[in-house]
């Protein structure tokens, strides 16, 4: 994403903040959406258009999850793995969908199309075990058979017109 | 005792109220537009005070005390922010507010900013509640329509508006100095306090921070009066509270009771339709992950501040963990340090490498391969881990071990002889009871 465009999403936004060093994660946030993670090349468009440095930049970005510094998947499938999903069957779940996937918690499916991810409490316990596909609302309770059934309707679903994570 | 709703306002109006005008005929907004044409700043800070209103959140702090301590006649702008960043594992409430109650905290921000005169507010909502930030959005799309945000609100010549902004997936941000660092554009990272958030918050301006629940409670306080909230409750826990209940029991979800007038065993076995058939209760973290835990002997604990403190534990952030027999202490107590030690920011060293200590030690002992020195070795860590960090982050992974490894000693040394088969899951139980 260029600049340019990150500051036709930020510029609006100034007033409301008194250090503009406020607008990187809204600035951040809108970057991705373009491709659901960032480049070094979105990295820098982002301090150039919020007047940062890229180091510091990156140095913001690297501290949260939800900001991913390297691609993946179309629908990234976040798994609590929380003790409140756990006691519910999370560790099934995830273990249901790493075999499915072929592909081991933090890795992404040869197509492109999903990246299979641990999730730190998803605030879904009374749906548990929850899942959230990118940033949608969390689904739950998951059976392993319910998963199989997502997995099917996303491999069939159009790509989303931009990816929030 | 039976739910009393107050702050889950749509349940009593018996459908979701995202909508202005049906917030407004479930009697919404009447509370902002007396105070703002009857009572002066003051006034509504001092029925802060009078309601004795406690910080939601988890630290329990009184909300108007919090708000005295914004200086009166600083030069500087004063802000609003909300912390909306829910993330203690085992809570999920603000979550139901700020999907069904939209408006109620954005009403009580416009109160709570009226009362401490600031002009902006922030609410700091976790990135993963993305479906959550849109129902706020177009909540303060239709509040700014109706004149309750914006310039001159309500007819008054008061001037307030919010901006939402939201943040991108880490736990330290739900600790308010954190919160701080990240909105003004930093890593999410802890200050040194003092100075604390009322002298010096945002941009270094008086800041006033509070939880979601806490601020959806301000409407209901002003629109009642603050001597009627206050005589809910019990002295030093006035009010309702919303607990999540989660783990194994048949109806997950959010209940809001009356302070003091509830015990643990009616909110586990009543309100959450208790345990599997032929299960036995076995522990609970009533207050959140961060909390000290309780075992069956403390069911009978009403649930209050004062009364969950005499347990030994706090009330947190009512997120209420309930684990049966068929679950191990050791294995969720792994899960735990794991949770912290993912979530430790680093700036610390205690919390940074002892968080890492807690979970290779518990890992070892459920793979079967702890030794017994490892226990002492435990008790050792928790007194250099807890109270040597800039946040309560450390303590909150130190307190749920510490306190398991009390009242279940036999358990962990039966784990370190044997190791800890993994339990079944209760998934199929759960959506077979139609959770």
Redesign the interface.
Known sequence: MTAAEIRTHIDPMRPEFADQRSLILPALRFAQREKGYLTLDDLEAVAEATDLTPAYVEGVATFYDRLYLRPVGRWVLSVCVTLPCMLRGCDELIDHLCDRLGVPPGGTTEDGLFTLQEAQCLGACDRAPAIQVNAEDMLGPTTPEEADRLLERLREAPAPDAYVR | MPELTLTLRHRRAGAPLRELGDYERAGGYAALKRALANLEADEVLYQLHRSGLRGRGGAGFPMGRKASFLPKDAPL?KYLVCNAD???????K??EIMEMDPFELLEGMALAGYAIGAQ?GYIYI??????HAEVLASAIVQARRGGYLGEEIARSRYSFDI?L???????ICGEETALLE???????QPRLKPPFPAVAGL?A?PTLINNVETLASVPTIIERGADWYAALGTEKSPGTKVF?????VLR???YEVVLGETTLRELVFEMAGGLRPGRRFKAC?PGG?SVPVLAEQHLDTPLDYESLNAAGTFLGSG?C?V?DDS?CIV??SL??A??YR??S?GKCTPCREGTGWLERILQRMVDGEGRMEDLALLEALFGRIGGKCLCALADGAVAPIQSALRLFRDEFVRVVEEGSP?PE????A??AAG?
């Open positions: 702008r829910e993330s203690e594992p085992g809570t999920f603000d979550r902006r976790r990135g993963e509640y993305n479906h901006t902004y939201r943040g991108a997936g880490a736990y990240s909105l003004e554009g930093k890593r999410g941009y301006s999540s209940v989660s783990g194994h997950p979800g959010n973290w992950s997120g963990i684990m679950g294995r969720a899960r735990l794991h949770f993912h979530e920011c993994r899951p209760m998934v199929e759960a959506v959770a």
